[in-house]
């Protein structure tokens, strides 16, 4: 397989190219899944995306398999084994946020049934319009994991190069609802 020109760097970890070919720009229709990515891309903030993606299996069990309404009613107790499990990056803001976005998704899920929906609901936008949108609903949300999550979900273009088999893939995938 041809790879974007990131994955045929010798240096890049096989962790890389399975994310790369399997999950990188692929639409995701569960709302736990969609948010357990929005919380791989803020524990990313300052580290390596590898040094993610080798721990998202301890994300995933951290986080209650990216349950929101589990993790949205995460106390103290919850937060003190989340900062003292190695297996997560421990950090206090991004866990905070974690729980905090989580309370949010519930909030628009009133509103638009769920959190994919309220996605496609303001597609297509612009990363800059993108970002001031999740701003205003979640915290730890710059521009980059903003841009990230989104191409990393479909919702931006970008995350394969037009001749990487990949991208053919995607676009055989991409709901109608995604090519507005």
């Not at 990188?24 to 993610?52: C, H, V």
């Not at 997560?88 to 866990?95: A, C, E, F, G, S």
């Not at 995350?159 to 055989?172: Q, R, S, T, Y």
Request: glycine share 4%.
């Amino acid at each position: 397989m041809s790879y974007c020109t990131y994955c045929q760097l010798k240096t890049t970890h096989e962790v890389h190219k399975e994310y790369h070919d399997l999950h990188y720009g692929f639409p995701i229709l569960d709302d736990n899944e969609l948010f357990g990515r929005l919380i791989l891309e803020i524990n990313q903030a300052g580290l390596s995306w590898e040094t993610i993606l080798k721990k998202q299996d301890n994300f995933r069990e951290a986080y209650a398999n990216f349950n929101i309404s589990k993790i949205a009613n995460y106390k103290e107790e919850d937060i003190v084994l989340l900062l003292d499990n190695p297996g997560i990056i421990r950090n206090k803001l991004k866990i905070n946020a974690a729980i905090y976005n989580a309370q949010q998704i519930l909030f628009i899920r009133e509103d638009f049934g769920s959190f994919r929906e309220w996605l496609d609901h303001f597609h297509p936008m612009d990363k800059e319009a993108w970002t001031k949108h999740f701003r205003k609903h979640f915290k730890f949300v710059g521009g980059e994991i903003v841009n990230e999550f989104l191409m990393s979900t479909g919702y931006l273009e970008g995350a394969h190069e037009k001749n990487c088999p990949v991208f053919d893939k995607i676009v055989e995938k991409k709901p109608k609802w995604l090519e507005k």
